[in-house]
């Protein structure tokens, strides 16, 4: 009689763990792509040499970041230089990179505070090219050691792109929804109900 307990309870489990893997794989998120940065976009240019500007003073140049895809793309930047002066000290270089239609400022602080990190930008979408606006001023403060000091910034731009949903797949929030695992569910939920109901008439007929 205990042999029998122990192998309802242990059907009973199997059933359960199946319907909350299935449930908890409706939630997962979509996979990226596993593009290199190169498939999607061209950026140019992607290292600045960078002249010290007079105090006050400043040079700016230009950036095109083209989408390779007919997809839509998110993208990030990456920061990084190499300066004996310009990007330290008292009155660092002070970089803004904006878009150049719009003016939108992307990127704006101090050499100092900005290299060596990530900022994400917007959105590119497919087949369209981002023209953006690279700006470095030296304050008016600054010493004699900044005159005549060179540079060069490094522009890394990373793109990714979402994986499309798979024929047979619902976009819901948070993730896909797959008709099939549904069904398995829901099938695994009758199973479950159906085994209760034999349990039950076993206990009245003994």
């Keep these: ?84 002066v310009l990007f330290g000290g008292p009155t660092p270089l002070h970089l803004t990179i904006a878009e150049k239609e719009s003016g939108t400022v992307l990127v704006t602080g101090s050499t100092a505070d900005l290299l060596d990190r990530t900022f994400d930008l917007p959105d590119l979408s497919g ?34 792109r979402p994986e499309p949903a798979a024929p047979g797949m619902l976009a819901i929030t948070g993730g896909l929804l797959a008709p099939a695992l549904v069904a398995a569910a829901l099938a695994a939920v009758g199973l479950l109900g159906g085994a209760t109901l034999v349990v039950r008439s076993r206990r009245k007929n003994a």
Excluded at 135 to 159: H, S
Aim: charged share 25%; proline share 6%; glycine share 6%.
């Design 127 to 160: 087949a369209e090219r981002y023209r953006l606006v690279g700006t470095v001023t030296l304050p008016a403060e600054a010493g004699d050691a900044y005159q005549a000091q060179a540079g060069r910034l490094d522009l890394r731009f990373v793109a990714t």
């Design 1 to 84: 009689m205990r042999d029998r307990a122990r192998s309802r309870r242990a059907w009973r489990s199997r059933i359960v763990l199946t319907i909350a893997v299935a449930v908890a794989s409706l939630g997962a998120p979509a996979p990226v792509l596993a593009d290199t940065p190169a498939d999607l976009i061209t950026a140019t240019p992607a290292s600045i040499a960078v002249d010290a500007p007079a105090p006050g003073q400043s040079r700016s140049w230009d950036i095109d970041v083209d989408n390779l895809t007919s997809d839509v793309v998110t993208l990030d930047l990456a920061l990084a230089g190499r300066a004996d």
